[in-house]
């Protein structure tokens, strides 16, 4: 099975930036489409960004001028590059695999924009 394993969130002051990273591992394939969600308390989950075996992306449209994706050379590891972060940004931030006309979610990591 496929297993997704988010680092890199934690607490950041507004205009700040973290970079998260999401490490694909198990029966994967390496043309799987990639890409990263976000859900803060009460709200519906959100895309954030997504990454396609090509290296073509897509963004929600908060991200589009502050939030980069990118993948490495081996298709098993995405990052988030997040800048001029706002309190609003605070959510969880899943990574999302689809490979093999199946799903699949990484537990999240937390992001906590506050002064």
């Known amino acids: 099975q496929v297993q997704l394993m988010e680092s890199g969130g934690g607490l950041v002051q507004p205009g700040g930036s973290l970079r998260l990273s999401c490490v694909a591992s198990g029966d994967i394939s390496r043309s799987s489409v990639m890409g990263w969600y976000r859900q803060a308390p009460g709200k519906q989950r959100e895309l954030v960004a997504v990454?396609?075996?090509?290296?073509?992306?897509n963004y929600g449209e908060f991200a589009k001028d502050r939030f980069a994706i990118s993948r490495d050379n081996a298709e098993n590891t995405i990052w988030l590059q997040m800048n001029v972060l706002r309190p609003e940004d605070t959510a969880v931030y899943y990574c999302?695999?689809?490979?093999?006309?199946?799903?699949?979610w990484g537990q999240g990591t937390q992001v906590t924009v506050s002064s």
């Open positions: 999302k695999a689809w490979s093999d006309l199946r799903q699949y």
């Open positions: 990454i396609g075996s090509d290296g073509s992306t």
